[in-house]
């Protein structure tokens, strides 16, 4: 396939030092989604079975009665992933590089601002919560390509 970038410039509006990434992605897609993140030192990942309703589900005729039948919803998989603003380009390139087929139902990216980050068993907030053992910084000291 042909390498797809996310087009235009970003809009960070309103700015954070922190961003949601959340994809709705083809379930099967997620075992090369996540070992991907995780080259690149992602390894806070939240994932979600979800169903949902998009271009590709199911017809476009209305029942008799109601706009949708429930079961044109078709599962999806959701990954949650905060990171540090400077990250978040890469990792929805990655996601797009991993996760696409160039078919209907390949998804959608949300980016959110996050207004901070408390980790429950330090009470560390910010940056420190969001710093993850084996992540980004650690990789680098290591010597290992990021
Ligand atoms: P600790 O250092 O105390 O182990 P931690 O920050 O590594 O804390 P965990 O307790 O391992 O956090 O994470 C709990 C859950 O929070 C994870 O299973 C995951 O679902 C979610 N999570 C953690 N970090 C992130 C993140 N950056 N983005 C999305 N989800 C995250
Ligand atoms: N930015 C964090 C780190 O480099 C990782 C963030 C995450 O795993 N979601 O440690």
Known sequence: LPVIR???????????NFYKVEAILRP??????SSALLKMGIRGVTVSDVRGFGAQGGS??????????EDNFVSKVKMEIVVSKDQVEEVIEKIIQEARTGEIGDGKIFLTPVADIIRVRTGER??????MTGGRSDMSSTGSSA
Not at 6 to 16: L, N, T
Not at 28 to 33: A, K, L, N, S
Not at 126 to 131: T, V
């Open 28 to 33: 099967w897609r997620i075992p090369q989604v």
């Open 126 to 131: 910010g940056e420190k919560a969001e710093r």
């Open 60 to 69: 476009t005729e209305r029942q008799a009665g109601s706009e949708f039948s």
């Open 6 to 16: 996310a087009q235009g410039s970003p809009d960070y509006v309103p700015e954070a």
